[in-house]
């Protein structure tokens, strides 16, 4: 694959931490009922609030759940919100965005719908319709793939857009090939990098945003954990138990930071010329 | 030389006493002056109690405007504009004597006129008046000084609503000529009889009350709102602050010398803070469960039953509160120490965790297994954090439970239907004047619970019966029949009674923590 041949090349120290702290990440959350013996929504209201032990090791919340317990799972939550967002923003975003680049014709209407969408902040936005449809984890999803599909759209299209007229498609054409295949096999192949960039950018907004709809209560349902709704919570208790607040709010900032950390690097990597074109 | 030694001895004795009545003398005076800066968490959208069921109106409002009765510190109802009262006529004519000598802040004399025209407004608009108003007759003025109050039918709970410490319901008198300009419309300007007179109102900012310098105290000894109340402070300020964060800070830098409700988990950190009490309010608010008593299986009284055995009480109290000090298990609706109270309620049934009893229970009501929606508002502590411990313990005995948590408006609306919820978590105020009070909480199709069976006709029963009896002890044993009933059939149940706290600096001396706040009497050092 293209990407790990440049990888060797560059040996790029962003995406090594960042991916190294990835796995950490990812492993903590997949393995969670192995490193822990806590449930994550069992109450034990007599042991609230207690500080870091041996038994708890960031501690207990209000209703005495194990708050490392909660990380862990809340960070499935997490990765599991921010891989759906990615998922359906690529399709969503790569149907509409090649539609448009591919077929001028359309090309207009499309990207002054999107324009006007994206004329609004995405996570008023996912606001807006988690608050209509309300809280709970697919409607979060639906939520954030709605907002961030309009610039996922506009960077496949300028993709296609400077792909479409380059000889080998032109070449392609000539030999009989269909719109599909065009599109599959030699236009959408070669603008995989930009895409894989903005996914990763994407990956990390949605697991921002995941908190932040959840901390203003409309994102996850309690008891359910999740890192956002872990602070909300914490807020209340910040002068009395801060581990409360501390360690959902580190988790947040590892994860995105470590995702923000590989979307710069690979972005460096795969292509230098678009650093300044693509910048969030 | 005796006599001269029995002379100076009483020469220096009353040298001595008058040197301990002037300083005492000027300690008292020593405590006039200052001004109140409180902090309180809800702006208000007028004034005018009888126009609304706001009851942070009430709370500020008690400084200006005073009842003809009010609650003592053990909710007994005391004469307070009153002088005396009488009844008559096994309770259909009340005859009331009022105190000669009240000035109102207007400058004139208090008498009848003024009684019978903010009477007469109270009874069309206020809620508890209009509780009042299918029972009432008419309001006559004897002579300047005497009332009398006509029923057509028996009425018991009359004189405990006119002093009502729930939300807006007391009764409290206003110049007649206030009356006269505004009649039923918001009232803004306020002549009242209270040791504070209105100064200035911000919206949504502050309210500023000064001393009613011809304040003419009641002859009985204070006790809450009832009884001599003081105006020592020159001045009162009520500062609006939706944040209990900000409010909290106030304090602690000395902004504010109050503040009202305030996180009771930082409980420790004022209490190591020098210049901080905490004041604890008496457990005034109860956590109500409420069933919706038309859909199943709560349509049956062995479910509802087995959710009380179903649920560990103590555990809940640290889930929803939090700090013991701070909640009470109490299974009567009226708290020990109310004249209403009934000690053994629910016994039996109330704080016993029997998660065996209750599967027998709901197999016995035919409980099939379907997920319970429990209903409950996401702002409030007690209701929020009750709710999900509540599904935890319900889940952790094998039922299928769905939390529903929405913003109040929602839960309101929600609660109001038929369906679509199985239980709903609410905060029921606890300081209550009268049993009474409770019908329109209980019986068949009231308020919310859809109660509609043999059972509820029963309690319709009892409390017609509780309507017409006046006597204490006939009254009590009714209520007793009350409890008793409430806790077979279950509409709904108490959990516990849950306290408020709130802090003041230490500046701010003789503060009583009442259920609202108040602030005559109490001094700055």
């Known amino acids: ?280 | 030389m005796k006599k001269k030694l029995r002379l100076s001895l009483i020469v220096l004795l009353i040298v001595f006493s008058l040197l301990i009545s002037s300083t005492v003398l000027a300690q008292e005076e020593d405590r006039f002056g200052g001004t109140l800066n409180t902090a309180f968490q809800m702006s208000v959208a007028h004034l005018d109690t009888d126009n609304s069921t706001d009851s942070m109106i009430s709370a500020m409002m008690n400084h200006v405007y005073e009842g003809l009765f009010e609650f003592d510190e053990n909710l007994n109802l005391t004469p307070h504009l009153a002088a005396s009262y009488e009844i008559k006529e096994n309770g259909l004519v009340y005859d009331v004597k009022l105190r000669e000598d009240v000035r109102m802040h207007n400058g004139e004399l208090m008498d009848a006129d003024d009684v019978v025209a903010s009477f007469r407004r109270w009874l069309e608009i206020n809620n508890g008046g209009q509780l009042v108003a299918p029972h009432f007759d008419e309001i006559e003025k004897l002579d300047q000084y005497n009332i009398r109050f006509k029923f057509e039918e028996v009425y018991a709970p009359f004189l405990n609503i006119l002093a009502s410490p729930v939300s807006n319901q007391k009764f409290v008198v206003r110049a007649e000529e206030v009356i006269d300009e505004f009649g039923t419309d918001v009232i803004d300007r306020h002549v009242g009889t209270g040791p504070y007179k209105y100064e200035e109102w911000v919206p949504d900012q502050k309210l500023v009350l000064t001393r009613f310098e011809d304040y003419t105290p009641s002859p009985r000894e204070g006790s809450f709102f009832a009884g001599e109340r003081i105006p020592y402070l020159n001045k009162i300020v009520f500062n609006f602050i939706p944040d209990a964060q900000v409010r909290v800070s106030g304090v602690q830098t000395g902004q504010f010398h109050f503040a009202e409700e305030v996180p009771r988990d930082q409980y420790q950190i004022f209490k190591m803070d020098q210049n901080i009490k905490n004041v604890i309010i008496y457990p005034d608010r109860m956590s109500m469960l409420i069933f919706n008593n038309a859909e199943a299986p709560f349509d049956n009284k062995y479910a509802r039953q087995a959710i009380a055995y179903a649920l560990d009480f103590e555990e809940l109290g640290y889930a929803m509160i939090g700090d013991p000090q701070f909640w009470r298990l109490e299974s009567a609706l009226h708290e020990k120490g109310n004249p209403w109270h009934v000690s053994d309620a629910g016994s039996g049934i109330y704080g016993v965790y029997d998660p065996e009893k209750a599967k027998q229970l709901l197999e016995r009501a035919g409980y099939d297994g379907q997920p319970l929606v429990i209903l409950s508002g996401q702002d409030n502590q007690m209701e929020r954090q009750g709710a999900i411990a509540i599904q935890d313990q319900l889940e952790k005995i094998g039922i299928d439970v769905e939390l529903q948590l929405f913003d109040r408006p929602t839960v309101v609306e929600r609660r109001a239907k038929k369906e679509g919820w199985h239980m709903h978590l609410s905060p029921f105020i606890k300081v209550v004047p009268d049993p009474q009070i409770h019908q329109g909480w209980t019986g068949t199709n009231k308020w919310i619970t859809n109660w509609d069976s043999k059972d509820s006709r029963q309690m319709d029963q009892i409390f017609a019966e509780m309507l017409r009896e006046v006597d204490y002890e006939q009254r009590y044993k009714i209520v007793e029949r009350m409890q008793a009933e409430l806790w077979d059939s279950v509409p709904y149940f108490n959990i516990l009674d849950y306290s408020r706290l709130h802090i003041r600096r230490t500046e701010l001396k003789n503060f009583q923590a009442g259920w609202q706040p108040f602030f005559w009497n109490t001094y700055l050092e």
């Open chain 1, 1 to 280: 694959m293209l990407f790990l041949k440049k990888y060797k090349k560059y040996e790029h120290s962003y995406i090594t931490t960042s991916i190294i702290i990835l796995i950490i990440l990812i492993s903590l959350s997949l393995f969670a009922p192995l490193l822990t013996d806590y449930n994550p929504v069992r109450n034990n209201a007599r042991n609230r609030l207690q500080p870091p032990s041996k038994e708890h090791l960031l501690g207990t919340d209000q209703y005495g759940r194990d708050i490392f317990t909660r990380i862990l799972y809340g960070l499935r939550t997490s990765i599991e919100v921010g891989i759906s967002v990615v998922i359906l923003t690529v399709i969503f975003g790569g149907i509409v965005g090649i539609v448009a680049g591919y077929y001028p014709q359309i090309d207009k209407i499309i990207m002054r719908v999107l324009d006007a969408m994206m004329a609004f902040p995405g996570i008023i936005i996912a606001i807006s319709l988690a608050a209509i449809w309300g809280a709970g984890k697919l409607n979060i999803i639906l939520a954030l793939s709605f907002a961030y599909f309009p610039k996922m759209a506009r960077i496949i299209r300028s993709a296609v857009i400077s792909i479409k007229d380059l000889d080998y498609v032109d070449s392609a054409r000539a030999a009989g090939a269909n719109d599909l295949r065009i599109i599959f096999k030699y236009i959408l192949k070669n603008s995989a990098s930009p895409i894989m960039v903005q996914a990763t950018f994407n990956f990390a907004l949605a697991i921002l945003d995941e908190a932040a709809l959840s901390f203003l209560g409309v994102g996850i349902m309690p008891p359910a954990p999740s890192l956002g709704a872990m602070v909300t919570d914490a807020r209340t208790y910040m002068v009395v138990a801060p581990w409360m607040i501390l360690a959902p709010g580190m988790m947040i900032i590892l994860s995105v930071l470590s995702l923000n950390l590989l979307g710069d690097g690979m972005r460096d990597l795969l292509d230098p010329h678009l650093k300044n074109t693509l910048k969030k």
